[in-house]
């Protein structure tokens, strides 16, 4: 184990540069103390590992210096055979570079590990096509050439043109400043801005890219989580409508399924609980409820509450019979 950690630390310098004890802890997961006896054991076997005091200081590497550190652990190994897997290799459009790369991780394995990996490997099965309840999981077609024009012009810091047709509008030409890709629940977004302006793309609305020889003006460093968050929270607040839905807590997980966003839950009486959440809009609010049955129901606001009585009160009126149809006094059917 010790080993494995003397490994990632090294790595962990000619990677980052310099960087604080703190942090390489919380990357290593061990104490301060624990990592500055690492340090000490290296500089022992001869890594020049050099501390730099001050408010900005912290460990690196002599300039330069290069080890060959390519073994991997079992684990490791059976790590990036696991995301190399069938519905892992599919983003980004990486499929046969990853599946490139996992053959080289295999063959470069003792011969005796890759038979024992291949094996633990077909044990895990990662985002299959359906759940247990036989829902299929959403898929995206993109256009010929989309997803590498785009990729590449993330990478290398270019500008990118492409056609887009957005929802309810003829389709238009844009030009971005591209700033990074992601991926949710099968569907991957552009994060740009367009004149100075924050905007997110789905790729599968784009009927067409190209990257273009100017670079695009966007920051050095980027942290694509707070961007995501952030731009996440304004479309919520945005293009969203919240309902307050009280629910049987069994049937929770199934709404939530369904529903954009959570922002508050309170627990009731009777194993029921209060949940604050957001979904598309109307007509989606009303569909997530309305297939609960009698285990929920809107709170508010009023408009939710007036179409589920407007649907209620169609469906009565088209499946009721000429004799009276006796419920039981949960209001079920007999």
């Known amino acids: ?70 073994g991997l652990n079992h684990d490791e190994a ?20 990853l599946a490139s790369a996992m053959r080289k991780v295999v063959d470069a394995l003792p011969e005796g590990h890759q038979v024992s990996l291949g094996d633990a490997a077909k044990r895990f099965l990662v985002e299959p096509e359906t759940d247990l309840l036989s829902r299929r999981a959403p898929t995206e077609d993109l256009a010929d050439g989309v997803m590498s024009e785009v990729r590449a012009a993330v990478l290398t810091g270019r500008r990118l043109r492409f056609n887009y047709a957005a929802p309810g509008k003829a389709p238009s030409r844009r030009t971005v400043d ?32 190209e990257e273009l020889p100017e670079p695009a003006q ?48 309170e627990p009731e ?15 989606h609010a009303v569909w997530a409820v309305w297939r609960l049955d009698t285990d929920a129901e809107v709170l508010a606001p009023e408009s939710v509450r007036d179409a589920m009585y407007v649907r209620a009160e169609a469906l009565t009126a088209r499946y009721r019979s000429r004799r009276s149809v006796p419920t039981n006094v949960s209001g079920q059917y007999t």
Do not use: C
Not at 5 to 33: H, K
Not at 78 to 97: H, I, M, N, W
């Open 78 to 97: 059976l790590a990036l055979l696991t995301a190399g897997s069938d519905r892992g290799e599919k983003v980004f459009g990486l499929s046969a570079p």
């Open 178 to 209: 591209p700033i990074g890709l992601v991926t949710v629940r099968g569907r991957t977004y552009l994060l740009a801005t367009r004149s100075g302006d924050d905007r997110t793309y789905r790729l599968s609305r784009m009927l067409s890219a």
């Open 1 to 70: 184990m010790r080993a494995d950690r003397l490994v990632s630390l090294v790595l962990l310098l000619r990677q980052r540069g310099r960087i604080t004890a703190d942090q390489l802890a919380s990357e290593l997961e061990v104490s301060t103390r624990t990592v500055l006896r690492d340090i000490d054991a290296l500089s022992t076997a001869g890594v020049p590992v050099y501390a730099d005091r001050g408010r900005h200081g912290g460990y690196s590497l002599l300039p330069g210096f290069r080890t060959e550190l390519t």
């Open 269 to 283: 009486p009777d194993d029921w609980i209060r949940l604050d959440v957001t979904f598309e809009d109307l007509r």
């Open 218 to 265: 966007r920051p050095a460093q980027v942290d694509l989580d707070r961007i995501w968050a952030e731009r996440t929270a304004q479309f919520l607040s945005e293009n969203h409508i919240p309902v307050v839905v009280r629910i049987k807590t069994s049937r929770r997980e199934e709404l939530l399924e369904n529903a954009r966003s959570v922002r508050a839950e």
